[in-house]
């Protein structure tokens, strides 16, 4: 018996493929849950979620955001998942750093995918001192 070359479709390709297996990284990256606006309270956790394919990197200003990673005692941490999580929101009286808008952007060797902006806000009705 002769095996046949498996034929399949996948995102709008034809694949031909003889026993190799296809892998996330030969498939342009692309952004699968996008990242969603958040008001939260000063102090508090919060989550940015980002599902990207494969790899993510998050951006705000344009700078890319330090996180775990980068700064062991950072307060914000990259999931496994690609999302963003921060231990708390810092708001000091004279300096909002995480109070941004935030992309999470996917790379590999064929490109990379931007997600949309998400902002992430303090809530002011329930911050005593918050205004100062």
């Given at each position: 018996?002769?095996?046949?070359?498996?034929?399949?479709?996948?995102?709008?390709?034809?694949?031909?493929?003889?026993?190799?297996?296809?892998?996330?990284?030969?498939?342009?990256?692309?952004?699968?849950?996008?990242?969603?606006?958040?008001?939260?309270?000063?102090?508090e956790?919060?989550?940015?979620?980002?599902?990207?394919t494969?790899?993510?990197?998050?951006?705000?200003?344009?700078?890319?955001?330090?996180?775990?990673?980068?700064?062991?005692?950072?307060?914000?941490?990259?999931?496994?998942?690609?999302?963003?999580?921060?231990?708390?929101?810092?708001?000091?009286?004279?300096?909002?750093?995480?109070?941004?808008?935030?992309?999470?952007?996917?790379?590999?060797?064929?490109?990379?995918?931007v997600?949309?902006?998400?902002?992430?806000?303090?809530?002011?009705?329930?911050?005593?001192?918050?205004?100062?």
């Open positions: 018996m002769i095996a046949e070359p498996a034929h399949f479709y996948l995102f709008g390709l034809i694949c031909l493929c003889s026993g190799s297996r296809l892998h996330q990284e030969d498939f342009p990256p692309r952004i699968v849950e996008h990242p969603s606006d958040l008001i939260v309270s000063k102090g956790p919060a989550t940015l979620n980002c599902r990207p494969p790899t993510v990197e998050w951006y705000k200003r344009g700078e890319r955001v330090e996180t775990d990673k980068d700064e062991p005692r950072s307060h914000r941490m990259l999931l496994p998942s690609g999302s963003l999580f921060f231990l708390r929101i810092v708001h000091g009286r004279k300096s909002r750093p995480d109070e941004e808008v935030y992309v999470c952007v996917a790379r590999n060797y064929l490109g990379e995918a997600s949309h902006n998400a902002s992430l806000e303090l809530d002011l009705n329930n911050c005593k001192n918050c205004r100062e």
